[in-house]
């Protein structure tokens, strides 16, 4: 059991270092579908570093990766993020968690290579989001749609009511 926890405080530590480290390649370009096939790796080491790092830090450097994820994500031939605003409904209050929905939404999709699934893309954007309010929650405006879905994941209805929304 020790060695387990043990691994897997290093592997969050490993992770968590590695994500800060992130830097946006230098003179990327998408202009042929094997550039974005190129980035992949690229883009999700972008996603962890937006989703690991802390909303207020490096703001500079979030709005970089920012744009290089969706320059990426506008042109890529394989995933397509749906925005359902039945769905996507907190942007107002945090515009900032639109990203991390598409970056939920888009990491799911890279991993599994499941790039047509709209209801696991919206549940993984939406567990995405989710998890970053809950860790940079006292860095952002208290939302209550994010809240509502806090409470349908740990009822276990979230997937259920995405379902039924699109």
């Known amino acids: 059991m020790k060695k387990a926890f043990g691994f897997l405080m ?27 096939a ?16 802390p909303i207020k ?48 939404w888009t990491k799911y999709s890279l991993e599994t290579k499941d790039y047509k699934n709209k209801i696991m893309g919206n549940v993984k954007g939406i567990e995405t989001v989710i998890d970053f309010y809950t860790r940079n929650r006292e860095n952002m405006e208290k939302d209550k749609n994010v809240e509502k879905y806090i409470k349908m994941k740990e009822k276990g209805t979230l997937q259920e009511f995405i379902t039924n929304s699109i």
């Open 10 to 36: 290093f592997t969050i530590i490993a992770v968590g270092v590695y994500a800060q480290e992130f830097e946006v390649p230098e003179d990327y370009a998408f202009s042929t579908n094997e550039d974005y």
């Open 38 to 53: 190129k980035y992949e790796t690229d883009i999700l080491n972008g996603i962890d570093w937006l989703i690991g790092t």
């Open 57 to 104: 830090d490096q703001p500079v450097k979030r709005k970089e990766v920012n744009s290089f994820v969706i320059l990426w994500l506008t042109g890529c031939p394989n995933v397509s993020v749906e925005v359902n605003t039945d769905i996507v409904n907190f942007f107002d209050s945090n515009p900032e968690l639109l990203m991390i929905f598409m970056c939920g």
